[in-house]
């Protein structure tokens, strides 16, 4: 018996390592890898601390504000808002004040809380998280039940888009869901974020160009639905726009608005999701087949100039009676001439526009078009403000912003350059628990936020993530008007370019109001 078990032993902790480094060396012969097959043994131990680096690079060797795409300081300062509704920080700001930036202008006589016009001030129920025990290796914490007040704009401070349109659409908060298609991202993502704006008040979801799902209407929220060049939910069985596809989804009463997706920051050629993430489900509300991988293409096939887009912005507005905007992707502020002066012209504007920077995010693209193609979200924002103003068409153009826009001061920057509203996508997915692992492309998130994979998806509970969402907004807009009271304003609605500076390198600092001067009419001039 003694025998049988040394044996054994010898087997399992001698016989099973030797064959282990015996089928790595007959494996390193194959032609797959070049170092692998010069030094097999440190080759792989090469390849796992390569496949390592990037899960345990932003925990160990990021430091807190160089990481990207967001820094870990910015990364946290959402999970914080999200999670304990406060973005309190100890000992001072970890930003490098030596270099260039924007900045915001305190006043010297800063108005005091019960001096802001917030409105509906009644307090709601909420739930935040409260840590029980922090441990080296785990922290436990649970749900609270509290109350909150939603920071709202008053009816003086709402924003109403589309107000010539039969049912325009009116906005008590300035932060709301960037474009997420279904497919890109899973139901459970979509139904915690609709249920955590609907709570909020004041906030929207936009469906992204991959069509209305089910659970964009079963949270509850505003939402815009997003037409995209692919036409995915708005088509019929041979791909061309079905007007009557149209016309059921203007009949929903959530459905607040549309939006015709011209650009987006991160890609130009349209969108893109790999077959693995193209599900029977998604197939149906797009009208493809299922498991191939689908490329929209780069603009709707059928319009061809600003007179076509602009003739088929009108036909949506008269057909649903409801507000149509567009998104764009800002090259040079001259492009935009054509656009405006064709509005001028045809007297045909769309209700809003939605102004995209280059550094905002996709589920997936290609790193040339992420990295160099299209203006800067700020850089933008000012071009197509300029725009509007030189035009005369202010009044009737809302405008939204996204691009990185996670936090109240960076809100503020851009309502002040001349944004009304602003979107962010990849702050509700942090949110929502998202750890920006960089896997949204293969639909094997490990948080559950990019995949439609039910097995996956089980790590977002929308019940608890619902709280997140909601703590998030209330948290952001708390901000903007801590903000606003600081520069002396009672409400972050009247932000403009005299209350943000910029610092250059060689510490001169100007307002943004001195840089960019809005320009004079054409028509008044």
Not at 162 to 172: A, F, H, T, V
Not at 371 to 388: E, I, N, Q, R
Not at 395 to 424: E, H, P, T, W
Not at 454 to 465: M, T
Request: aromatic residues 12%; glycine residues 10%; charged residues 25%.
């Amino acid at each position: 018996m003694l025998w049988i078990i040394l044996a054994i032993l010898l087997i399992v902790f001698i016989g099973g390592p030797l064959y282990l480094i015996l089928w790595l060396r007959n494996l390193a012969k194959k032609p797959q890898h070049s170092i692998i097959r010069s030094y097999p043994y440190f080759g792989w131990i090469r390849y796992a601390l390569e496949n390592l680096g990037p899960k345990l690079r932003q925990y160990w060797f990021d430091d807190d504000n160089g990481s990207r795409p967001f820094s870990r300081s910015d990364y946290l300062g959402i999970v914080f808002s999200a999670k304990y509704r406060s973005d309190l920080i100890s000992f001072g700001s970890k930003r490098d004040f030596d270099g260039p930036g924007y900045y915001i202008a305190n006043d010297l006589f800063p108005r005091l809380k019960e001096e802001l016009q917030v409105g509906h001030q009644e307090e709601v129920q909420g739930m935040k998280y409260k840590i029980d025990h922090e441990g080296l290796f785990f922290r436990r914490e649970h749900l609270v039940k509290d109350k909150t007040s939603r920071w709202l704009y008053s009816e003086d401070d709402a924003i109403v888009v589309g107000p010539e349109r039969q049912n325009s659409w009116k906005l008590y908060g300035p932060f709301g869901v960037s474009a997420t298609s279904y497919g890109s991202v899973g139901e459970n993502y979509i139904l915690s974020t609709g249920y955590g704006c609907q709570m909020a008040g004041g906030s929207w979801i936009n469906t992204g160009e991959g069509g209305i799902a089910p659970e964009h209407l079963a949270g509850g929220a505003d939402v815009i639905a997003q037409i995209g060049p692919g036409l995915f939910g708005f088509r019929d069985q041979n791909g061309n726009f079905s007007i009557n596809e149209f016309k059921k989804a203007a009949e929903h009463p959530l459905i607040k608005a549309f939006e015709l997706k011209f650009g987006q920051g991160a890609k130009f050629q349209g969108g893109h999701l790999e077959g693995e993430k193209v599900t029977a489900k998604v197939a149906k509300i797009r009208k493809v087949k299922e498991g191939e991988t689908i490329i929209s293409p780069n603009r709707f096939s059928f319009l061809r100039n600003s007179k076509e887009a602009l003739t088929f912005i009108k036909q949506l507005q008269e057909v649903s009676g409801k507000p149509v905007g567009i998104k764009i992707v800002v090259g040079h502020s001259l492009n935009l001439d054509v656009l405006f002066e064709t509005m001028k012209q045809l007297e045909i504007y769309p209700d809003f526009i939605t102004v995209d920077g280059s550094e905002g995010g996709s589920g997936a693209t290609y790193k040339a078009m992420a990295d160099t193609m299209g203006l800067p979200l700020y850089s933008a924002l000012v071009a197509v403000v300029d725009k509007v103003h030189q035009y005369d068409v202010r009044d009737r153009i809302k405008i939204f912003a996204s691009g990185k826009l996670i936090s109240a001061d960076k809100i503020a920057i851009a309502l002040a350059i001349g944004a009304d509203a602003v979107n962010s996508a990849r702050g509700f997915m942090i949110a929502n628990g998202c750890i920006m692992a960089m896997q949204c492309h293969t639909g094997k998130c490990p948080a559950g936020v990019t995949t439609t994979d039910p097995k996956q998806q089980e790590a977002l509970v929308p019940d608890e993530k619902k709280w997140r969402v909601m703590n998030y907004i209330v948290t952001v807009r708390q901000g903007l008007f801590a903000l606003a009271a600081a520069c002396g304003l009672d409400s972050p609605r009247k932000f403009t370019r005299d209350h943000i500076v910029y610092k250059g390198n060689d510490g001169q600092v100007k307002r943004l109001s001195e840089i960019f001067p809005l320009p004079f009419s054409k028509e008044k001039v």
